[in-house]
């Protein structure tokens, strides 16, 4: 079984959920950001892990 997926900014499983988005940071590209579609229409904040990058600006 896979890893469900967790948005990076609420933490809620949005595994197969409409509306999310997956990406690699903007600016290392080295972690994976998970959005929820609550999260995106909301603009809530997410920070890399691996540089420290916060966004959405």
């Known amino acids: 079984m896979e890893n469900p ?3 990076s900014s609420c933490k809620k499983r949005i595994t197969n959920t409409r509306g999310s988005a997956v990406f690699l940071c903007p600016k ?3 972690e994976e ?3 929820c579609d609550d999260c995106r229409k ?3 904040k997410y920070v890399c892990h691996s540089c420290g990058f916060k966004g959405p600006n």
Do not use: Q, S
């Open 33 to 35: 950001i998970v959005r």
């Open 42 to 44: 909301t603009v809530v």
């Open 5 to 7: 997926l967790i948005c």
């Open 28 to 30: 290392c590209g080295k």
